[in-house]
Nanobody, 114 residues
């Protein structure tokens, strides 16, 4: 399984970014895909995740600002990030979980300036 993320960058506070992550390889129909992030000096944390059935979970800090979606045909997950804040600055990692095993993509940097 390979995960290819894209869409990171630098934006001013209040701006928007959209992250994409395409999964390839031996992908099963039932899985969970999501995004985690890690800021300097902090632990990696869950941002949002979505099941193949479309159920979603969000970190409290991003509720109402971020939206996760998924294209099951393309095995691609998206994270629309609006009203970005400087505290959203982090490396964002795409994740896929299937059969209890986690796969990670290389991180993509998101920097929000004040």
């Amino acid at each position: 399984v390979q995960l290819q993320a894209s869409g990171g960058g630098m934006v001013q506070a209040g701006g928007s970014l959209r992250l994409s992550c395409a999964a390839s390889g031996s992908i099963v129909r039932i899985n969970v895909m999501g995004w985690h992030r890690q800021a300097p000096g902090k632990q990696r944390e869950l941002v949002a995740r979505i099941t193949s059935a479309g159920s979603t979970n969000y970190a409290d800090s991003v509720k109402g600002r971020f939206t996760i979606s998924k294209d099951n045909v393309k095995n691609t997950v998206y994270l629309q990030m609006n009203s970005l804040k400087p505290e959203d600055t982090a490396v964002y990692y795409c994740n896929l979980r299937q059969y209890g095993r986690d796969y990670w993509g290389k991180g993509t940097q998101v920097t929000v300036s004040s």
